[in-house]
């Protein structure tokens, strides 16, 4: 039965608000369920790269499902966006964009936005965040090392794709001219309305339930819900503050005469006081020619990733806009963490995000050593492929992100092959990788050694080995932490650092910067060293029984059991 609107009391009561709390979670972890089952690419329905939320009228997240954690900080912008550009919305409106200056990430995160009505009256938006594997460029996979945005492939302004229902047709020609692989792209796309439409679906049966009024009063005390845990989580914590430096590997552009990519600097300076954090990134590099620059909304998710796993590590805080009301980011503007237009971006999305998550940990190390965890494998490990399938005839493109180490923790080892810190991912299984793409995975395996050796001990990296079949195809990286190892805390040592190698028919290998295009001959083949991470305390102090279990998995040889924990 509706209740009453003109008779609802000024705050709900505890049952109903649980209820519908719940309710609006459920409805956006259903959206990406939708997604799943019905996108076109491995990399959506397989290995999981999007975020499916739901926000108010305001733009505001109300509730996220369990995706990535990359899109926690940066999600509402594509939304607001929306709301700024048309200010008017009727029902079986959809819009699309993916500007990174303009409420976007990176040109690669497709936003795909939907205002959500009941009877005439708007209720917010759902919102479907995914990774299209192509959106253009001059190389496969749209991961060129290029100099300007405007080099990164199609940009979206946010534009009206359908309007009351009815599909824009222009806009609609615009976008599939400009992508490899139109079929699955337009696959992807639809998928994404579907999921909207589910979550529309859910909170139009909330409000004929429960009232719009009550609905949308719920929705904001959901915020404020998180708000108050986060607030509370904060202040039964010591205050402090503490600061890290570190270095990433390059750009991925050589300027004339250069030979090996040049580093950057970032630096950070963390303030927790009462229930409030304020992370500053005042002294870091101004933005470099690559596309290593991050918005600023993708820094801070970065930030905020790490904070939710500091402060709430059991997870009970709804992610939602209210959770970072207490969370302050600021960094320099037209910096590698604060990028201006017309820097190129597409890099920093992930590769940005999981360097500064784990500096934040090391930063708060100083006074939070009990909390946090040292350094995971600090990169996406990126792997684009793309070219004519020989089994078809037809153009595709392939893009991986392979796993690493997650880092060792005060009272635990780090884990062992898996997406760290800022992704959520999913292993795209070897049986459809190779069904969907001309390739043959010859390798997948622990790599020994990788994990930094400490008290704790640091998760392993993986090694992976494609062989290219069929056609020479293009290809291209993005990976961090080949030149700045994992790093290690309380006396715990790095992990190992990324390597590349591509081997020639004739086995020759050479070996590319971490970041840029290349070609792969037939028969050729790509290894992945990916990361290790961090490891945790003295490894003077970890237990013996713990090493022999290493030693007897492969996790550690012999020769490192002696070198790192002094060990015959």
Not at 32 to 39: C, D, P, R, S
Not at 274 to 297: H, I, K, T
Request: charged share 20%; net charge negative.
């Amino acid at each position: 039965m509706t209740h009453s609107e003109t008779a609802a009391p000024m705050r709900t009561d505890a049952a109903t608000f649980e209820v519908v709390k719940n309710a609006l979670y459920a409805a956006a972890e259903e959206m990406k369920i939708v997604l799943a089952k019905t996108a076109y690419s491995p990399l959506l329905k397989v290995a999981g790269d999007y975020s499916c939320g739901l926000f108010d009228a305001d733009g505001e997240m109300i509730a996220q499902g369990p995706d990535l954690p990359i899109h926690l900080g940066s999600m509402p912008d594509a939304v607001k966006a929306v709301i700024q550009a048309f200010g008017t919305f009727e029902d079986g409106d959809v819009f699309i964009h993916n500007d990174p200056y303009f409420g976007g990430s990176h040109l690669p995160d497709v936003n795909v936005v939907s205002p959500s009505f009941h009877k005439g009256d708007l209720l917010g938006f759902a919102c479907v965040r995914a990774h299209w594997p192509d959106v253009g460029s001059a190389t496969p996979g749209s991961y060129g090392a290029v100099t300007e945005v405007f080099g990164e492939g199609l940009r979206l302004p946010p534009v009206r794709l359908y309007a009351a229902g009815v599909l824009n047709r222009d806009v609609d020609a615009i976008i599939f001219t400009n992508v490899r692989t139109p079929d699955e792209r337009r696959g992807d796309m639809n998928a994404q309305i579907a999921a909207n439409r589910r979550g529309s679906a859910r909170l139009s049966e909330l409000a004929e339930k429960y009232g719009v009024d009550i609905l949308r009063r719920i929705m904001a005390e959901v915020m404020d819900y998180s708000e108050t845990m986060m607030r509370k989580f904060l202040s039964e914590l010591p205050d402090g503050e503490g600061r890290f430096e570190d270095f990433c590997d390059g750009d991925g552009v050589l300027e004339p005469g250069q030979e090996d990519d040049e580093t950057f600097t970032i630096r950070m300076h963390a303030v927790k006081t009462g229930d409030r954090l304020a992370v500053d990134f005042a002294g870091s590099d101004p933005q470099v020619s690559g596309p290593m620059n991050a918005p600023l909304s993708v820094t801070a998710s970065g930030i905020f990733t790490a904070v939710k796993m500091v402060v709430d590590p059991n997870g009970m805080i709804p992610p939602n806009s209210g959770c970072w009301r207490p969370i302050t980011v600021t960094a320099p503007e037209a910096s590698v963490v604060n990028a201006a237009f017309p820097a190129p971006v597409v890099y920093a999305n992930h590769e940005m995000s999981h360097r500064v998550s784990d500096m934040l940990f090391g930063a708060l190390h100083a006074f939070l050593p009990e909390r946090v965890m040292a350094c995971s494998q600090g990169t996406s490990s990126v792997l684009t492929l793309g070219g004519i399938d020989y089994r078809s005839g037809e153009p595709y493109v392939s893009y991986e992100s392979i796993k690493g180490g997650f880092g060792a923790r005060p009272t635990k080892d780090g884990i062992n092959c898996v997406a760290a810190g800022i992704s959520n991912m999913m292993n795209t299984p070897i049986e459809v990788l190779e069904m969907s793409f001309p390739v043959r995975v010859e390798e997948y395996s622990v790599l020994p050694d990788s994990g930094g050796a400490g008290q704790y001990r640091g998760g392993c990296g993986a090694r992976r080995v494609w062989r290219v079949l069929g056609n020479t195809t293009r290809g291209a990286v993005c990976c961090e932490r080949s030149k700045s190892a994992p790093f290690g805390l309380a006396g715990g040592l790095p992990g190992t650092p990324m390597r590349i190698t591509l081997e020639d028919p004739d086995g020759s290998q050479r070996h590319p910067l971490s970041k840029g295009a290349f070609t792969v001959a037939a028969e050729g083949r790509i290894i992945f060293e990916v990361p290790g991470s961090g490891g945790y305390g003295p490894p003077s102090e970890r237990d013996p029984a713990a090493l022999a279990d290493d030693l007897k998995n492969g996790y550690v040889s012999k020769a490192a059991a002696k070198r790192d924990y002094g060990v015959d």
